[in-house]
Structures are given as structure tokens and as C-alpha cells.
């Protein structure tokens, strides 16, 4: 269910940052993981829906909530009823015109067709569709301009058993991120509340500001935080101007900095400011969890379990277990702590920035093992993995090992569809990775 919602999202991504506007979206605890149903569809209709509130909004937001009928976390099996709820602050629809929006080639009124286009038949179609998944498509709206609108659909669907959960199963990294207090910085009074409740529902606890100043001021007086989380644009001061304000009281290694930014933004002095991670708006909770499990993991994984129980690591098991290793990995956080361990072991891995660097990297060399980040920007470790399945035979492709910290029931499942052959969640544990390791299947000469 998410990853649907998470393509609809990217498709209109680029036209919310020329327009200026803020994306967000939540998935609340209560829908299922994994259900049975036609994910093509589903995701017409939100492209549709997401796409008119785009459209029709000039300044302002548009968010996406998504939600389950139960109270509480999802149960383990069963039909479901999914609702999806998409808000905006554009136009509005006049109350007595809201019957309209779903007539084919219909729209509310003649000047809208003329200003913004269309044909009025995609909404049409969406609730046809919604019909078919046992659903049904109204719409919300006061009809006063700058309030917006918020379209509602529903559809029901069987949620697979072994993958119904909501939680994410967060194995080592729970005690890593337990207690650890994050300040939260954006304009945007959603995008805040979407990230506080993401983040104390991983077990931090939050503090949150509007204005970037009082944020500084807290920072300024000596309280403590563990890491920041900042948004780019803001009008008081941006993302960079108070990271600099920042960096005047606390180091990299003092106060972990996550900016967010526009799609596919590079932010200028950025780099001289030591970021932990620069995030994509509107900001993924899989890849917010894959930046902490590398930002904690790298605090804590070194000193307390690597340093401390370095018994536990065979220095000399590149000798015994010899592999030429690719590492999949877009976080610089995340990358520095698996090479550390690599090196420990006795590897020398190389580094591929996303999928594509993958596919070039084997295009050149063959690897006997590639351990592949799931999300990763450009193309991910699942597209990546595909295509690898598809252009190299068994005999002569490498043995893939998907890590991910978006370690939900199903993931496992996912990753060995898309051709994957094991799986390790993050932050990295030695034991696991020794195991991974262990049952590498290298290539023969011959197939190198």
C-alpha cells in the first residue's frame, strides 16, 4: 500500500515544487502493509485526485491522509476498508456546483475548463473505479476561495496475513532511538505534525517550532537535542542560513543536522555544513527510518558494540570467505558505518550511489556480492535487482543482499520477489551480516 502511494506521490512531485507548494502525506497506524488488489488503479485514482489538487491550488498545501477502519493497529488478516483522503487550499467548489465534479466531461463551471483545462472526466472515471473496488468518491468544501477542498475515496480489499502489520519491526535499532530527543523545524504547521507523530511513534521525543529563530534560541541556551531535522524554505530564514547559526554552537558530531528540500534540489553551502542527510519533500517515513538507523547506528555500533566486542569480529575472514563486495548505498552516514565493518572483516567494498550507479558498476566488473539498499534515490535496490535478474543469468550474477530499516512483515517477502537473495535490516549487525556473508554463493573464474 505504500509503495503505491509513494509512486502517485513522486509522479506529481515535480509540478508541487513549481508551483511552490508543500506535499505531505500519513499513513495512519491502522492500515494494513500488504493487501490484494489492482495497485495500477489505485494509483490512477490517486494520481487523478492528487493531480486536480494540484492543479487548482496556487499557494498553500495538498495532503494526503490514508486511513484503515479499525481502531488501533491493523488486524492480521481479513477484508479492509481503505479511506484516502486528499485536502488542498486551492479554489474550493461552490456547495451548490459539488454535484457536478463527477459527471463526465463536466467540470464547475465554464471559467475553470477555460483557466486550468481538462475535461472533467477523470473524477468520473476515479469514482467508477472506486465503485469497483467496493468503494465510493465524495468531495468536502466550503466553497470559499483559499479554504480548498478534500476529496474522500474509499476501497475495500483483503490484507495478506503474513504482512499485516503497521509497526515497523525495528529490531536492534529500537534501543538506539528510545529516549532520543529531536527538534523539528518547519513553517509548515502539517509537515510538523506529520514528523512528530512519525517519530514518537519510533519511540523519540520531539520538540517542534514554526519559526527558525526560536528554534536557534533553544539551541543557543544549551538545551539538549540529538539531532535537528530542518526544513529548507523558510521565510524568517531558510534551512542553510540557520544551520549556519547552528554550526556557530554545535559540531556535526554535537547536533546531527536532516535538511529538507525540494525534489532533486542541490542547496548551495550545504556542503560545508556537515548535513547528516538531505531529504526529499515530501519526506518518506522509509527513508527517515534508513537515515536514523545510519545517524544512531554510527553513534552507537562502534563505540558500544564493535569496539567493545571486537572478539566477536574475525579480522580475518575476507581470507577465509574472499568476495569482491558492492555496496549499495545513497547515505554517506550509512555507507561510513558498513565500510567501517567491511574493513574490519578484511573487505574492500566499492560504493554505488543508487541503482543505476549498480547496473554501470556491473556493466564494468562482475561482484560476487551486493549489498543493496532498498531505498535509494534515481532507482532503488528493487528496480536495481531487477533488472540485474533480467540482464545477467543465475551463474554469472552476483549474490544480492537487500538492507533496509523499513523493516515491516512483508518486506522480506518483497525483496525476495523482486529477485534479491537474502536480507539483512539495518542498523548493521555483525552477527547477521556474518551470516549473509557466509552463505555468498562467489563466481568462478569462468564466470567472471
Given at each position: 500500500?505504500?509503495?503505491?502511494?509513494?509512486?502517485?506521490l513522486?509522479v506529481?512531485?515535480?509540478?508541487?515544487?513549481?508551483?511552490?507548494?508543500?506535499?505531505s502525506?500519513?499513513?495512519e497506524p491502522?492500515?494494513?502493509?500488504?493487501?490484494?488488489?489492482d495497485s495500477?488503479r489505485l494509483r490512477?485514482?490517486?494520481?487523478?485526485?492528487l493531480?486536480?489538487?494540484?492543479k487548482f491550488t496556487?499557494?498553500?498545501?495538498v495532503?494526503l491522509?490514508?486511513?484503515g477502519?479499525?481502531e488501533?493497529?491493523?488486524p492480521?488478516?481479513?477484508w479492509?476498508?481503505?479511506q484516502?483522503?486528499?485536502?488542498?487550499?486551492?479554489?474550493?467548489i461552490?456547495q451548490?456546483?459539488q454535484n457536478?465534479l463527477?459527471?463526465?466531461?463536466?467540470?464547475?463551471d465554464a471559467?475553470?475548463?477555460?483557466?486550468?483545462g481538462?475535461?472533467g472526466l477523470g473524477?468520473?472515471?476515479?469514482?467508477?473505479?472506486c465503485?469497483m473496488m467496493?468503494g465510493k468518491m465524495?468531495?468536502?468544501?466550503?466553497g470559499?476561495?483559499?479554504?480548498?477542498?478534500?476529496v474522500?475515496?474509499?476501497?475495500?480489499?483483503e490484507a495478506l496475513?503474513?504482512?499485516?502489520?503497521?509497526r515497523?519491526a525495528l529490531?536492534g535499532?529500537q534501543?538506539h532511538l528510545e529516549?532520543?530527543?529531536a527538534?523539528i523545524?518547519d513553517d509548515?504547521d502539517?509537515?510538523r505534525?506529520?514528523?512528530v507523530?512519525?517519530?514518537?511513534?519510533?519511540g523519540l521525543?520531539?520538540r517542534?517550532?514554526?519559526?527558525p529563530?526560536v528554534a536557534?534560541?533553544?539551541v543557543?541556551?544549551?538545551d539538549?537535542?540529538?539531532?535537528?531535522?530542518?526544513?529548507?524554505?523558510?521565510?524568517e530564514?531558510d534551512?542553510?542560513?540557520?544551520?549556519?547559526?547552528?554550526r556557530?554552537?554545535c559540531t556535526p558530531?554535537?547536533?546531527?543536522l536532516?535538511?529538507c528540500?525540494?525534489?532533486?534540489?542541490?542547496?548551495?553551502?550545504?556542503?560545508?555544513l556537515g548535513?547528516?542527510a538531505?531529504l526529499t519533500k515530501?519526506?518518506?517515513?522509509?527513508?527517515?527510518l534508513?537515515?536514523?538507523?545510519?545517524l544512531f547506528?554510527?553513534?552507537a555500533v562502534p563505540?558500544r558494540e564493535?569496539?567493545s566486542?571486537?572478539?566477536?569480529?574475525?579480522r580475518?575472514?575476507?581470507?577465509?570467505?574472499p568476495?569482491?563486495?558492492?555496496l549499495a548505498?545513497?547515505?554517506?552516514?550509512?555507507?561510513k558505518?558498513?565500510l567501517?565493518i567491511l574493513?574490519?572483516m578484511?573487505y574492500?567494498?566499492?560504493?554505488?550511489?543508487n541503482?543505476?550507479?549498480?547496473?554501470?558498476?556491473?556493466?564494468?566488473?562482475p561482484?560476487?556480492?551486493?549489498?543493496?539498499d532498498?531505498?535509494?534515490?534515481?532507482?532503488?535496490?528493487?528496480?536495481?535487482t531487477r533488472?540485474?535478474?533480467?540482464?545477467?543469468a543465475?551463474?554469472s550474477?552476483?549474490?544480492?543482499?537487500?538492507?533496509?530499516?523499513n523493516?515491516m512483515?512483508?518486506?522480506?517477502?518483497?525483496c525476495?520477489q523482486?529477485g534479491?537473495?537474502d536480507?539483512?535490516?539495518?542498523p548493521?549487525?555483525?552477527e547477521?551480516?556474518?551470516?549473509?556473508l557466509?552463505?555468498?554463493?562467489p563466481?568462478?573464474?569462468?564466470?567472471k
Amino acid at each position: 500500500v505504500r509503495e503505491c502511494i509513494e509512486k502517485a506521490l513522486d509522479v506529481v512531485a515535480a509540478r508541487v515544487v513549481e508551483k511552490g507548494l508543500e506535499l505531505s502525506f500519513v499513513v495512519e497506524p491502522n492500515v494494513p502493509t500488504t493487501v490484494v488488489g489492482d495497485s495500477t488503479r489505485l494509483r490512477q485514482i490517486l494520481l487523478n485526485v492528487l493531480s486536480n489538487a494540484v492543479k487548482f491550488t496556487e499557494r498553500g498545501e495538498v495532503v494526503l491522509t490514508v486511513s484503515g477502519d479499525t481502531e488501533g493497529p491493523a488486524p492480521s488478516s481479513g477484508w479492509h476498508t481503505l479511506q484516502f483522503a486528499v485536502r488542498d487550499t486551492g479554489i474550493g467548489i461552490p456547495q451548490d456546483r459539488q454535484n457536478r465534479l463527477f459527471q463526465s466531461f463536466s467540470q464547475v463551471d465554464a471559467s475553470t475548463s477555460r483557466k486550468y483545462g481538462g475535461t472533467g472526466l477523470g473524477l468520473a472515471i476515479s469514482l467508477r473505479l472506486c465503485e469497483m473496488m467496493g468503494g465510493k468518491m465524495w468531495v468536502e468544501s466550503s466553497g470559499i476561495p483559499g479554504e480548498g477542498a478534500t476529496v474522500y475515496f474509499t476501497a475495500r480489499a483483503e490484507a495478506l496475513p503474513s504482512a499485516v502489520a503497521t509497526r515497523p519491526a525495528l529490531h536492534g535499532l529500537q534501543s538506539h532511538l528510545e529516549g532520543k530527543r529531536a527538534l523539528i523545524v518547519d513553517d509548515n504547521d502539517t509537515n510538523r505534525r506529520i514528523l512528530v507523530l512519525q517519530l514518537r511513534n519510533w519511540g523519540l521525543a520531539t520538540r517542534d517550532a514554526a519559526s527558525p529563530q526560536v528554534a536557534l534560541d533553544w539551541v543557543q541556551r544549551g538545551d539538549s537535542f540529538d539531532l535537528a531535522i530542518l526544513d529548507m524554505q523558510m521565510p524568517e530564514m531558510d534551512g542553510i542560513t540557520l544551520a549556519g547559526q547552528i554550526r556557530k554552537t554545535c559540531t556535526p558530531e554535537q547536533l546531527p543536522l536532516i535538511l529538507c528540500s525540494s525534489l532533486g534540489r542541490k542547496e548551495a553551502g550545504a556542503d560545508s555544513l556537515g548535513f547528516a542527510a538531505n531529504l526529499t519533500k515530501p519526506v518518506k517515513p522509509s527513508q527517515l527510518l534508513d537515515t536514523l538507523a545510519g545517524l544512531f547506528a554510527e553513534q552507537a555500533v562502534p563505540q558500544r558494540e564493535v569496539k567493545s566486542r571486537a572478539g566477536s569480529i574475525d579480522r580475518e575472514f575476507a581470507n577465509r570467505f574472499p568476495l569482491r563486495i558492492l555496496l549499495a548505498e545513497d547515505n554517506a552516514v550509512n555507507q561510513k558505518l558498513a565500510l567501517r565493518i567491511l574493513q574490519q572483516m578484511g573487505y574492500q567494498a566499492e560504493v554505488a550511489n543508487n541503482g543505476l550507479e549498480v547496473l554501470k558498476s556491473l556493466e564494468r566488473q562482475p561482484y560476487d556480492l551486493i549489498l543493496m539498499d532498498v531505498q535509494m534515490p534515481e532507482m532503488d535496490g528493487l528496480e536495481a535487482t531487477r533488472q540485474i535478474v533480467r540482464r545477467w543469468a543465475r551463474p554469472s550474477r552476483p549474490w544480492i543482499v537487500a538492507m533496509t530499516a523499513n523493516a515491516m512483515q512483508g518486506d522480506r517477502e518483497m525483496c525476495l520477489q523482486a529477485g534479491m537473495d537474502d536480507y539483512i535490516a539495518k542498523p548493521i549487525r555483525i552477527e547477521e551480516l556474518v551470516e549473509a556473508l557466509s552463505k555468498t554463493r562467489p563466481l568462478k573464474e569462468e564466470e567472471k
